[in-house]
């Protein structure tokens, strides 16, 4: 197999050129894009809606993280809930009622590893 040289373009074969502000309009949309991705993503995470879970009475479950995020309610099977807080912090919370009551106490580790236990 033989490579021939490629010959060269007459001036009717020149691929057309792009106009030199396309260029400069699409360093602007990439660039609107960068600047705009971080403010995008923090917004994103501030307007979800917080979900609420229900934890069987007696029990201890953890959540990997990620799975249960600040502000997210946890409610034990008696009637106990609490709203998951940021990392590192804990909470708990008691019901009373004629027929009984629950307790429940909820831990977020540093790396967001959520731990819940619901006790009787």
Known sequence: MTLHPV???DD???APRRAP??????LVVVLAM??????????SRRSREPRSF??????????????VEPGDTLRCAGGAGAVVPNRGA?????????????????????????TVRCGL
């Open 21 to 26: 502000w396309l260029r400069w309009v699409a």
């Open 54 to 67: 229900r934890v069987p009475a007696g029990e201890v479950l953890t959540f990997a993280p990620g799975v």
């Open 90 to 114: 804990g909470v708990t919370g008691f019901a009373d009622g004629p027929s009984g009551g629950t307790s429940i106490a909820v831990r977020v580790a540093t790396d967001g590893t959520v």
């Open 7 to 9: 010959p060269p373009l």
């Open 12 to 14: 009717e074969e020149q």
């Open 34 to 43: 960068v600047i705009a991705t971080p403010f995008i993503y923090v917004f």
